[in-house]
Structure formats: structure tokens, C-alpha cells
């Protein structure tokens, strides 16, 4: 009788966090649960499937006259597109509006999920000598707590950018905003101006450098963050200091990593070349229909 009530305590001491198990802090690296499912990944699907099926339900049958769920969802809508919509700029923003939308909600869940009793604390392990349970193998993971998962959402905002930039601005545009004189030859003496060339030639090098290094950026900054406010709030048995410190992290971190997507996006498809040309085509169609 002794030991069931020991084990239920400590399911419920497991799924309050404050066992000595919290003292442990997080592993680094996601345990497998199947062949070729990790926790992590278990719980990105648990938790994006949940979202959809909320965001369903909310919405419900979409009417001219939205319902009080609708108009939840159209005001977080509207929030954000005054956000993301002067750094994109107007031509390339219906096409990555969606996918910003998307970046947000679903690394803000996923930064939250960590806040969750019983997240990190539940799964398989062993009682050492002193009957302390020990957690060998978490049954469920923040998918942003694994290093694999932030770099599966960077790699996911490079290769959008590239699509978009290339579509919106071109690769003329591209090469010379990238290693372009940006200094106007009228007002620039004639002996500077081959030497500026060469100055932006190299800062156009430095420039590559950085955009490819992006990913890396992008998915150390959410993966370091978040991790790092798991441990902290394990190693401090969830004290609701750290606790309402990470909620604003959550939503900092969301912020920023779709923040830096968006003006990635900007630098090349928010200027007079990019918004101006877009808009010259299709003024040009229009006139040729």
C-alpha cells in the first residue's frame, strides 16, 4: 500500500515539476520514443494538430457577420498585418503574409508548451536508493527546446525568402543592392567613385557571408532561449517569478525570430526597386489587357 502511494504522489509531484527531478534541468538531446519519432517531434505534431483543430473551431462556418470567435481571429489577423506589412512592403506581402501568420502562432505555442505542468517531468526512469525518481526518458519535449526542430523553422525561412526575394525583386535587383555603388555618380568625384565600387564590392562579400549564416542565426537565438528557460525553470522548481518571465519570452522570442523573416524579406523587396518594378508590370499588363 506504501509503495502505491508513493508512486501516485510522485505522478502528481511529476506533474507539478517539483520533484528532485527538477534540480536535473533538461537534456540536450531528444530521446527517441519510436523508430525515427523523437518527444520533440511528438509533441510539434500533438501541438500543431491541436492549434488547427482550435483555429477551427473558433472560426467555425466564416460569415460576412463574424461570429465572436471569427473576430477573435480576424483582430490577431489585422494586429499582425499592420506589423509585418510596412517592413515586407505592399508587393510582396499577400504572398509572405500567410507564412509569418504562421511563424508566429506556431513557435509562440511552442515556446509556451515548456510552462505546461508535467512537460519535461512525465515519462520512463528509476528510483535510486533514497526512492527519488530519476527521468531517463521524457515523454514529452517543447518542440523549440530541440536544436533539430529550430533548425527545421530556419531552414524553412531561408528557402522562403529566397523564393520570395527572387520573385518580388529578381536577381538583377538582388545582385546590385548586394555589390551595387550605392553612391550617386552625379555627386561623387570621379576619383572616388571606382574606389566606393570596390568598398561595396567587399561589403557586398560581407553581406553573403551574413545571409548564409542566417539560419544558423535564427535557429541558435530561439533553440538557446528556450532551452536555456526550461533549465532555469526546472532548476528553480517552476518559481512563478521565472515562470511569467518566460511566458514574455515566449512571445519576445516568437516576435523576433518572425520580426527578422519579415525584414530579411524587406531589405530587397521593399524599395523603389522592388515595389516600384512590381508595380510597373503590372500597370504595363493592365494597359496591354
Known sequence: MSRV????????????GSTPLAA???AAKAVEIL????????????VSALLVGFVLWLIGKP???PSRGQAVVESLIEGLRDIFEPIVGKAAFPTAFPLL?????FILFHNWMGLLPGVGTMGWGFYDAANHFHLTRPLIRPHNADFNGTIALAAISFGAWAIIVFKFAGPALIFKDLFGNKAE????PGWLYPILSLVFLIVGCIEVFSIVIRPFTLSVRLFGNVFGGENLLHGTSFFFVF???????GIIQALVFTLLTSVYIGLLCNHEGGDH???KHGAEGEAHH
Open 5 to 16: 502511494s508513493t508512486i501516485a504522489s510522485t505522478l502528481i509531484l511529476l506533474a507539478l
Open 24 to 26: 536535473e534541468g533538461v
Open 35 to 46: 523508430p525515427g519519432v523523437t518527444n520533440s517531434m511528438l509533441t510539434g505534431w500533438a
Open 63 to 65: 460569415s460576412i457577420v
Open 101 to 105: 501568420v504562421t511563424f508566429f502562432i
Open 185 to 188: 555618380k552625379s555627386e561623387t
Open 243 to 249: 515562470y511569467f518571465m518566460e511566458l514574455l519570452v
Open 277 to 279: 518594378g512590381h508595380e
